[in-house]
């Protein structure tokens, strides 16, 4: 039992700073911009110096106790922290109360809810605080984002045989956050993409190459009038898109490098055209293809939604900072080496796992920095990087495996993106030179992405790649 001292945030020896502790935090919101409240009391336990190490997955729940409210967020995330465990709680009060919280009644509507629900091993029993907290079995919108954390540690000290994915295992799944709605109160400025609904429906991000070299469309449309643009992209949301991914840099093999100033000139205009033509209340969100901190910067200052990193935050040291400063959401592509160099590192050996646990591992390390950065979980969307530092059959296996990849340990919960559109290893499988000719055989690696589970597919043919997303969704996912 922690002492008195050790509850008021006393250091246990005058003569010693205070030890850093990790901690866990239940967040939940059903007032107003929920996922916005979460974030920005995220941030402020930052600014306080309760240090948000990791966050969990979002998820959308039906209340408990107090039936007749909104539906909640629920989240969790691992805090570092050299307060003791009343003074963390004082702490998250006043966070809270300055956050504008104002509790009408116990467990009822309320804009932010933070709860102390473990302290490394320590139990707590006072008055004021209960660790660990006695709801973490009984409320599954807590268990479940505390299992993404912590699977393999047990949350009650008195029970360490009994480990937190345990305690999950029995339960059906909740219900993720959904998707954004055309009928849905107006949006956050960066709103998440979902994951896991088993009833959601696929994205469908169009490409709009900003290039003159691209290898698909010829370059055609850094050409046209600011009036065609505008035209092209109705048309593209016309047609089923709702995320335009714009890029200023080809990333096929063998193509040079173009300064970032010229790649960032390409691409800020048409973001800006974009975003004054169709207001934030109009449901299209914007992607930038870059793997530079600098362009990143400058497009989502310009309205861009989503960060579209090749490079998985890899090429450059700032790019992950530059994200979670900017609470953007942030794609991250498996790719090994950089475009020039990528095609002679496709060697996944099967004494390492073959190419399945390659991607897998190497991308929980991206994850991992992408956190370490600052970035939550929620802004996280992966992408198996089909073409990059994967050649021909390959391509095909990742296909196969999608549905192992999304459930790999440290990669649960997150959203996919899967861009196969028109790519070499179609070509290479159905005989068809041309890219622009390539649109059967991307048809049927959009259904088989649907089908192992993706949330986006980013395609050139917007029109129909939206009508084999609509069919794989009904036979799939409905």
């Not at 993409?193 to 709009?208: D, G, S």
């Not at 055609?220 to 840099?249: E, H």
């Not at 310009?302 to 400063?325: E, F, H, Q, Y």
Request: hydrophobic content about 40%; overall charge negative; glycine content about 8%.
């Amino acid at each position: 039992m922690p002492t008195k001292e050790t509850l008021t945030g006393v250091p246990r020896n005058g003569n010693e700073l205070p030890a850093k502790r990790t901690a866990y935090i239940a967040l939940g919101s059903n007032l107003g911009d929920r996922i916005g409240w979460i974030e920005k009391a995220c941030n402020e336990m930052d600014a306080q110096g309760i240090r948000v190490k990791r966050t969990s997955s979002l998820w959308e729940t039906e209340p408990m106790y107090v039936l007749d409210q909104d539906r909640f967020v629920n989240g969790v995330c691992e805090v570092e922290t050299t307060l003791e465990p009343l003074a963390l709680l004082d702490a998250l009060q006043a966070i809270e109360n300055g956050l504008g919280r104002k509790k009408l009644i116990d467990k009822g509507p309320r804009n932010i809810d933070l709860d102390i629900l473990m302290y490394e091993s320590e139990i707590v029993d006072h008055p004021r605080l209960k660790i660990p907290h006695i709801g973490i079995q009984e409320r599954e919108f807590v268990l479940r984002p505390l299992a993404e954390l912590i699977p393999n540690q047990p949350p009650f000290p008195s029970r360490p045989w009994t480990l937190t994915r345990d305690l999950l295992a029995s339960l059906p799944p909740l219900r993720p956050t959904p998707p954004p709605h055309h009928n849905d109160p107006p949006l956050p400025r960066h709103p998440p993409i979902c994951a896991l609904n088993p009833a959601r429906k696929t994205h469908i991000m169009a490409i709009l190459n900003m290039t003159p070299d691209s290898f698909s469309d010829g370059g055609v449309l850094p050409s046209l009038p600011p009036t065609s643009l505008i035209s092209t992209v109705s048309s593209l949301l016309a047609a089923g898109a709702t995320m335009i991914d714009i890029g200023g840099q080809s990333t096929a093999p063998h193509t040079p490098e173009v300064p970032a100033a010229e790649e960032t000139r390409r691409v800020v205009p048409a973001i800006e055209l974009i975003r004054a033509h169709f207001p934030p209340s109009e449901p299209v969100l914007i992607s930038v293809d870059t793997y530079r901190a600098s362009v990143a910067a400058a497009a989502v200052a310009a309205g861009a939604d989503i960060v579209n990193d090749v490079s998985g935050g890899s090429m450059d040291p700032d790019m992950l900072p530059t994200v979670a400063r900017l609470g953007a959401t942030i794609c991250l592509m498996h790719m090994r080496g950089t475009p020039a160099t990528m095609s002679s590192l496709a060697r996944y050996p099967a004494n390492e796992g073959g190419l399945i646990a390659g991607i897998a591992r190497e991308l929980v390390a991206r994850v991992a920095a992408a956190e370490a950065a600052g970035i939550r979980r929620w802004r996280i969307v992966l992408d198996p990087g089909l073409g990059f530092a994967k050649v021909g059959e390959q391509n095909v296996d990742v296909l196969r495996h999608l549905e192992e990849l999304r459930g790999w340990p440290g990669l649960e919960g997150l959203p996919w993106l899967v861009g196969s559109s028109r790519k070499s290893f179609i070509g290479l499988v159905t005989g068809v030179e041309t890219p622009r000719e390539r649109i059967w055989g991307t048809a049927a690696t959009v259904a088989a992405a649907v089908k192992g589970g993706a949330d986006v597919v980013r395609v050139h043919d917007v029109r129909e790649m939206s009508q084999v997303a609509s069919m794989a969704d009904a036979i799939w996912r409905y």
